[in-house]
């Protein structure tokens, strides 16, 4: 995958065509915005994930997995409301913060972040901030 016509062939191989770069293709290690037209969202991953191993693929309306191979079980479906919010602060998991972490240190944004995990910008950048990266 040398190429972004050539990462997009295999794109098209794997998904059947639902997922495309949004943002230029840099490299296979490079984080870029994707999108599925399957189930319309857009999603920040590394090229080398979503053609490589099976727990770091695009799987509609599911987030991609960790690097240690986990799926992650959360999901960032835009139907997903938080109910039982009442203005305080949701309180992150373990694994969720570790993620923040993770993307932040692959050089995301709070912004990007935020929208890649569907939690709110003040939690994500609380956590960068706490752990010295921000
Ligand atoms: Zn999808």
């Given at each position: 995958m040398n190429s972004e016509k050539e990462y997009q062939e295999v794109l098209n191989k794997e998904y059947a065509g639902t997922v495309t770069t949004v943002e230029r293709y840099i490299n296979p290690k490079a984080v870029i915005?994707?999108?599925?037209s399957k189930c319309e969202q857009e999603f920040y991953a590394k090229p080398i994930w979503l053609v490589g191993k099976e727990s770091q693929r695009h799987i509609c309306d599911m987030p991609y997995g960790d690097r240690?191979?986990?799926?992650?079980?959360?999901?960032?479906s835009r139907g997903a409301t938080n109910k039982n919010?009442?203005?305080t602060k949701r309180k992150l998991s373990e694994s969720v913060k570790q993620e923040i972490i993770q993307l932040a240190k692959q050089g995301l944004g709070v912004r990007q972040i935020a929208r890649q995990l569907n939690i709110a910008t003040g939690s994500v950048s609380y956590y960068i901030k706490k752990e010295g990266l921000g």
């Open positions: 915005l994707h999108r599925c240690f191979g986990v799926r992650n079980q959360y999901v960032t919010s009442t203005g």
